[in-house]
């Protein structure tokens, strides 16, 4: 008697077990290059081979899947600011918004676009993620570099790590979380009021090359 031939696979069984997240993945590179409306449900689903009908099992329409993209990235950011432990070295907190913001850079465009597309609550709730945030950073700011400038500079550090998600420039990313922390550290340590006489300016590293 011939031996019994092995049970084929499932689909369930070969499909990835973090499929959503490859979805939102590429969702937020395809919305950060082209824009909301520009983009297609079939253009991400193809980017991660698999058909439309699945990809609107895991979303059911493109404003969902644009606001998880929305929602993902600073998602990470807090949770790597939740793994810091309280007090930490201001230079530990920017570490850990650098490393999330890099390696999200090919989607962090999306937020250029939320304001524009995403409805009331989910600018609501984002709001208060980015509060939070920018309270953690602030704190680290004004325990090494105490001055009343009312989360001023701790912004601005956020926007300095930030900035690598407007632009392409071909940079490895060890070297982009290097140049992009010693700007935050230099703008978290400058007076606001450095732009006036007497005052030196802040300088940051040179454009890598």
Request: aromatic share 4%; proline share 7%; glycine share 6%.
């Amino acid at each position: 008697m011939a031996p019994a031939s092995p049970p084929a696979r499932s689909a369930a069984a070969t499909r990835p077990r973090n499929r959503k997240q490859l979805i939102v993945e590429a969702a937020g590179r395809i919305f950060s290059e082209r824009g909301y409306h520009k983009a297609s449900m079939e253009e991400v689903a193809a980017g991660v081979g698999i058909t439309a009908t699945a990809l609107y099992r895991h979303f059911p329409n493109k404003y969902a899947l644009f606001a998880a993209c929305a929602h993902v990235m600073v998602d990470g950011l807090v949770a790597a600011l939740d793994e810091v432990p309280p007090g930490a070295a201001l230079t530990d907190v920017l570490t850990a918004v650098t490393r999330v913001t890099v390696a999200h850079r090919a989607s962090g465009g999306v937020y250029r676009w939320e304001a524009r597309y995403l409805d009331r609550e989910d600018r609501r709730r984002l709001a208060v993620k980015f509060g939070r945030l920018v309270e953690r950073v602030d704190e680290a700011v004004q325990h090494e570099h105490p001055l009343p400038d009312e989360r001023l500079r701790a912004m601005a550090a956020l926007g300095a790590i930030g900035s690598i998600t407007m632009h392409r420039t071909s940079i490895a990313g060890r070297r982009a979380e290097e140049l992009l922390l010693a700007s935050a550290l230099r703008v978290a340590a400058t007076d606001p009021a450095a732009g006036r006489p007497g005052t030196r300016p802040v300088e940051l590293p040179a454009r890598p090359v």
